[in-house]
């Protein structure tokens, strides 16, 4: 397969929603795109999705094979870069802060970034480095579900065990997806204060 990577304008696109709202669909879509064309791609998830054997898969049971990883900084030794013209991340909300800047020094070296990722917790705040890859991102693509209450759209991932782990790895039997009127967090009351320090005082 050819690669095209000499003269290549370097990118950052991201795809985000809650669960359910086929980021990592669209985000394979778009690796399925790049291999027509003959485009050489890396695909890597973070070591705390082991909910596949290795790969990256989507609700729908769709998969493709993926490199694990710590950190942004150990995607130049999983494979050599030089031929790649694509590097996609996938769950990069589990990404440390260091993985942004080695996201911002692959773009400015000419290489398509697609990141995928929830951009909310299950508390609803911003997730992890989340935030920072839409900053820098010249183009991003919300999703939405559909709310499990009412069928309208969604943009929250309802936590439906009581876990109060930030990470807790699951599907369909621990999260729901949820429209802002029916999401109704774990410790609600806590989200509210966490909220409220946020707000411009009067």
Known sequence: MRSKVLGCVGRIEVICGCMFSGKTEELLRRLRRADIAGLEYLLCKPVQDTR???GVATH???????????????????????????????????????????????????????????????????FGPMPNFLAIAE?????????????????????LTDSED?????????????????????????VEEERTQWMPSS
């Open 139 to 159: 183009s991003v693509t919300k999703l939405q579900a559909v709310c499990t209450v009412c069928g309208e759209d969604a943009c929250r991932t309802q936590r």
């Open 166 to 190: 930030l990470v807790d790895i699951g599907s369909g039997e621990k999260y729901d997806a949820r429209c802002r009127e029916h999401f109704n967090p774990p410790h609600a009351d806590e």
């Open 60 to 126: 729908a049971g769709n998969e493709m094979e993926a490199y694990s990883i710590l950190s942004g900084f150990q995607i130049a030794g999983v494979k050599d870069l030089d031929a790649v013209d694509i590097v996609a991340i996938d769950e990069a909300q589990f990404l440390d802060e260091i993985s942004v800047g080695v996201v911002q020094e692959l773009a400015d070296s000419g290489k398509r970034i697609i990141i995928a990722g929830l951009d909310l917790d299950y508390l609803g705040n911003p």
């Open 52 to 54: 596949t054997n290795g």
